[in-house]
């Protein structure tokens, strides 16, 4: 975007007295802001940045004035399973959604789950086992609001493509998207898997508005838009392509198998169930007898997983095991929560990731692994578990497989306070120095919270001249030198631009 249009946007903002951008997102932004579920009505206030691009408001108390931003997401979003739309100006309306108080003491952001009863998005959806489609055999995704599938082959075409990444932040983790044709509208869906996991390669997730070519397996979804499961970007190894397998990680388990099965969740080779022989004997729990059963693992996020507040979970997996007709053992009688004994014991190991700990501010020597238990309908702690916490798995066996595990933690309270004891409460750009400069100078800016950070300067006609700071950042105070030993004397603008914070101010170089 060129500076003038963004000088143009900044000058709308501060009419209104707002400084942050259309959509906030990320992990770190949704837990360490404190986000909290809220219902309201009122009438929305629309002000339009551009033909296409506004930015909504709603007031809840008819009093003229704005209580909240309403988030809906990029310009390009709509829901693909409702008839849900944005809201004109003036629209009395009711949105459900997550308030998020921004840093910077403007309007709170209220991110939009409901519209007048009309779902918009989940944003906690674990998107990257959505690769299900209807037809699919043993899909257990109807009523019963689970996300695991049976055993049948998935259909996966390999493909080459390129084209424009295109972010959704608005979810709790970021959503990818491809626009091959560079026509404004998303024409491919990108599975990078959880935003935990990170390939060894180097590779990296794209920016938005990015030119990217992408190898990967492509699979027609329920959702009316293809997915790529993502296997290269830009030249580099994001996951193998052999990983999944043709059953997307689960397997098959006969009951005449003279070794252990191994089942993997699809985006961690660290996280499996091993199934042991003699498995078939002593069977119960409602499942009935078949020769061979489909086991799945797969990772949720704890939000997925119900009844799990109150315990703190910082990582959750659903269970599935399909019968030859079907039938999954872990949906007994139309009810999630199941499980079943065997009659050997099975090997579970789960892996876990800092991220994750920092996400759930998780104290990492209080860790423990629960299984839901259906017959005291509650959480039991798996008292024998063995935590390594310099491989970060957490290892138990059981001849009890329940349809859901979590790992758990105590708040790291001491962590916290010492956070909020030595970190800046609020966003800022500073004033660089010297200026006017020859031909350095120092930037610096503050964060309030760690997320997504891009310093940029531009020249007086609005063009890119230097890229100070693009990618993750915890929260704290950071300085950057600026060289600009190649540049011409004249006036430039430097920009910092997070998940809820726009600044830019001015510099003069002069030889």
């Known amino acids: 975007m060129k500076l003038i249009k963004l000088l143009s946007l900044l000058l709308i903002l501060d009419t209104i007295s707002i400084t942050a951008q259309p959509y906030p997102g990320g992990m770190e932004l949704m837990f360490k802001s404190n986000y909290r579920d809220t219902t309201v009505t009122g009438m929305t ?67 939009v789950y409901e519209i007048n009863g009309l779902k918009w998005r989940d944003p906690f959806n674990p998107f990257w086992n959505n690769v299900g489609m209807p037809g699919q055999m043993f899909n257990d995704s109807g009523g019963c609001m689970g996300y695991a599938w049976g055993g049948n082959n998935l259909q996966i075409q390999k493909v080459s493509l390129q084209g424009i990444a295109a972010v959704d932040e608005t979810f709790f983790m970021a959503q990818y998207y491809l626009d091959e044709n560079k026509d404004g509208n998303t024409d491919y869906y990108l599975n990078f898997g959880p935003i935990w996991y990170q390939p060894k390669s180097g590779a990296v997730r794209p920016k938005n508005g990015e030119s990217i070519s992408i190898v990967g397996g492509k699979i027609i979804t329920s959702n009316g838009i293809p997915m790529i499961l993502v296997y290269e970007i830009n030249g580099k190894v994001w996951r193998d ?204 800016y503050t964060l309030p919270i760690a997320g997504s950070v891009t310093l940029k300067v531009f020249d007086i006609t609005g063009k890119e001249v230097r890229m100070l700071a693009n990618g993750y950042k915890v929260a704290g105070k950071y300085s950057v030198t600026f060289n600009a030993s190649d540049l011409a004397s004249g006036i430039y603008f430097y920009q910092i631009i997070t998940s809820n914070f726009v600044e830019t101010k001015k510099l003069i170089l002069m030889k």
């Not at 008839?83 to 921004?102: F, L, Q, S, Y």
Request: hydrophobic share 35%; glycine share 8%.
């Open 45 to 111: 206030l629309v002000q339009a940045l551009n033909s296409v691009e506004s930015i909504y408001y709603i007031d809840t108390n008819t009093d003229g004035k704005a209580e909240f931003q309403l988030s809906f997401g990029p310009k390009w979003y709509k829901p693909i399973d409702s008839n849900a739309e944005r809201p004109k100006d003036g629209d009395n309306v009711t949105i459900k959604g997550a308030v998020v108080k921004n840093a910077i003491n403007v309007n709170s952001i209220l991110i």
């Open 241 to 444: 392509t052999n990983s999944f397998g043709n059953y997307f990680g689960g397997m098959w388990v006969n009951r005449n198998n003279a070794s252990g099965v191994k089942i993997k969740n699809p985006f961690d080779d660290d996280d499996f169930i091993m199934i042991n022989p003699g498995w078939n004997t002593g069977m119960g729990m409602g499942m009935m007898f078949s020769d061979s059963l489909f086991f799945r693992m797969l990772e949720l996020n704890p939000q997925n997983i119900p009844n799990t507040k109150g315990n703190n979970a910082f990582c959750g997996f659903e269970i599935g095991i399909f019968n030859t007709g079907g039938t999954n053992g872990m949906w007994q009688n139309g009810n999630w929560g199941g499980r079943m004994n065997f009659g050997s014991l099975s090997k579970f190991q789960i892996h876990y990731d800092d991220m994750q700990l920092n996400a759930y501010d998780i104290d990492k020597n209080s860790i423990k692994a629960k299984y839901w238990d259906n017959g005291t309908n509650n959480w039991t702690n798996l008292s024998d578990a063995i935590i390594d916490r310099a491989n970060k798995t957490v290892t138990f066996s059981s001849n009890i497989v329940s349809n859901y595990v979590i790992l758990t933690g105590e708040k790291n309270i001491t962590a916290v306070d010492k956070e909020q004891k030595i970190l800046p409460d609020n966003y800022s750009l500073e004033q660089n120095y010297p200026n006017p400069f020859n031909p350095a100078t120092t930037i610096s």
